[in-house]
């Protein structure tokens, strides 16, 4: 069912939503009938991360949550954090909702750096359908007034407006707000730490909803694992004996090993970043050098392990609450792992402090190298349009619907969430939205023979061409080809079962990088990308 809500100004806007809220709780099923709505996101967490996917790092909780439910291997984001959080909250490519970068006004459409006013978000239409809605963690979609998340339809939020920041003293850094107003550094108590506020928040939330005999979307926007890197010393140490003397490269052919024997890639799989590590350069580091690279990686890891056991924590708030078997829950990340390693920023050619790793005040990253580990197997990092960038985890329970330890192997598309989620809800898709419902598609994902697994079955999800744009990285997918441009360079051309981008064909496929090109160019007009 699709209801056309067109661009329009706030006021007749808000007119449209409230005719649609009267149609729907009138022909609607009853709100007891609708499922509640938990969506967690991680921040900068890599493909390979969870151990359903093949990680050493602990995660009891998203591996009990794919076996309960369903593990997808090819959700594409938007390579970014705002972007991806703005196709999530829309439904749309994030250009189109003037988000295509961050949170900064560039001063130009499609990069306004907020949510564009006019067009509805997936929280307002569900609280025009009778939800309750709540926001706990990062919000990064606009840090002015009009544009907190308290304006674009939550009943009740917490956390960080903008981008990643201290996780024990985010402010005055960045700003914090809760329920229609901005902190002060002094609101924050003592033992603050970001990951378990969140996690607090979150199940404070719950418990207001069960009270309640209305459905519920509950967003709860991790910062983890997104620099820098701090945790608790206690937790860092646990994660220590995974990566004592134990090189990057060991640890990446590891995970594609097991990923292979959980059937998440094909048998023939290499590592796509094989040349980004130098097993016998990391053999003549400096044991000092080792310790330090061994902790960045364990500090990372400390952090995934906090926000698991915070979703174990959520999950088992549902299940006490008797929520759990009317309740969506979906776990996914923003975009692939990052290279970024802010301790090396510059500042007028001096490099900024940084405290002890794992402290207050620390601004380290874990680097290239362990970034290559986190999107094992696939190609480069976050902001680029190679699948290391644009693949992330996603893993979804639903059980009424979703058979339970299904795998689905279909590209998909975070704008794909929305839409899909009012679907399951009985609510209608407005026009304007560029993602697909894929409930049915996820409802019973095909079972196919070990020789089709790996091969883009065109059946098994909407027809489509997408296109991406990033920091003048471009890329295409179409059935059969995936299409990249770094840096606005030319088109390299690859198999769609090519996942780490191997071979570049485009010398056989002229005719279609012709086309694809002009279809680029159409798309990006229309939707004022660069």
Known sequence: M?????????????????????????????????????LILADDMGWSDPGCYGSEIPTPALDTLARQGMLATRLYTASRCSPSRASIMTGCEPHKVDVGLLDDDSGHPGYRGRLNPDIPTLPELLKKAGYRTYLSGKWHLGKV?????????????RGLLGGAADYYRPMPDRPFGENGKLLRPEDLPEDFYMTDDITKTALAYIDDAAKSRQPFFLYVAYTAPHTPLQAPRREIEKMLP??????????????????????????????GMAGKFNPEGYEKTSAKRKDYIAECMAAYAAQIAIMDRGIGRILASLERHRLSDNTIV????????????????KNKKTTLPTGP???????????PMWAAVSNTPYRQYKIETFDGGLSAPFIIRYPSKIRPGSRYHSPFLLQDIAPTCLA?????????MDGKPLNTYWNNPPKLPPSKVWDFIPNTCPPRTIFWEHQRNRAALTSQFKLVAPNR???QVYDIRDRTEQKNLASRHQTLVEQLSAQYRKWAAENHAE
Not at 12 to 38: G, H, M, Q, Y
Not at 333 to 344: H, K, L
Not at 357 to 367: F, K, N, Q, T
């Open 424 to 432: 399951w809800a009985a609510l209608p898709i407005p026009a304007h």
């Open 330 to 345: 979906m776990f996914l990340s923003d975009n692939g792992a990052t290279a970024e390693m802010p301790q090396n920023n």
């Open 489 to 491: 360079g030319p088109w």
């Open 145 to 157: 007034q009009g544009a907190y998340p308290w304006d674009r339809g939550f009943d009740r939020s």
């Open 2 to 38: 699709i209801f056309h809500i067109p661009f329009m100004c706030s006021t007749l806007r808000s007119s449209i939503l409230a005719s649609i809220a009267f149609w729907l709780l009138t022909l609607a099923p009853s709100l007891a009938d609708r499922p509640n709505i938990v």
């Open 357 to 367: 790793l794992g402290e207050v005040g620390c601004r380290d990253g874990y680097g």
């Open 242 to 271: 995974f990566y004592n003397g134990k090189s990057p490269h060991a640890i990446a052919s590891k995970r594609l090993e097991k990923q292979k024997l959980l059937g998440i890639v094909p048998p023939t799989a290499k590592l």
